[in-house]
């Protein structure tokens, strides 16, 4: 008896607040929404994020691209110095800028998302062009890149770390 009387009370308060849940008389029901939600509308934000960077640099437009990053983003290039801060990155890409024009390309290989950081490896080929006439540099290698959510929901990046898979020439002997 006892058993049944439990099951009929949690029965009775489950209808209550299925039914305070729902639309009130008169209501519009709450409207279903299209796409994507939780962690694949974090990836698809993160990618649209990507596409742009690589947009940004491919256009040599230094602004774009420093738009998207971090106030206190850090880039580590290889066989440089790291790069600390949004106007050291402005300073580091608007030196490219002027002496390449660059042709970008960038594979996502995967995307972890864990609350509001998210890490995106890529594989990228790219053709630096000297402005002054001369050989392209082309290189091709694998990218590294942290972004962090900001408080309106975008993401912006705030780590960087990229290397060529093309291995340095061989040093003479000594």
Known sequence: MRCSTI??????????????????????????????????A????ITRVNVELIEAFNAGDVSAAVALVMDDAVDLPPQRPAVIGKEAIREFLQS???QFTMDFADEIVEVEVAGDL???????????????????????GKWLKVLKRQSDGSWKFSRNIWNSDIPPPERPAS
């Open 7 to 40: 099951l009929l009370g949690v029965s009775g308060l489950s209808f209550v607040l299925l039914s305070a849940c729902g639309p009130q008389a008169g209501q519009q029901p709450e409207p279903v929404v299209d796409g994507p939600t939780g962690a694949e």
């Open 42 to 45: 974090d990836v698809a934000a």
């Open 96 to 98: 490219d800028v002027d």
């Open 118 to 140: 998210a890490v995106v490896w890529t594989n990228y080929t790219v053709t630096l062009a000297p402005k002054g006439g001369g050989e392209p540099i082309k290189s091709k």
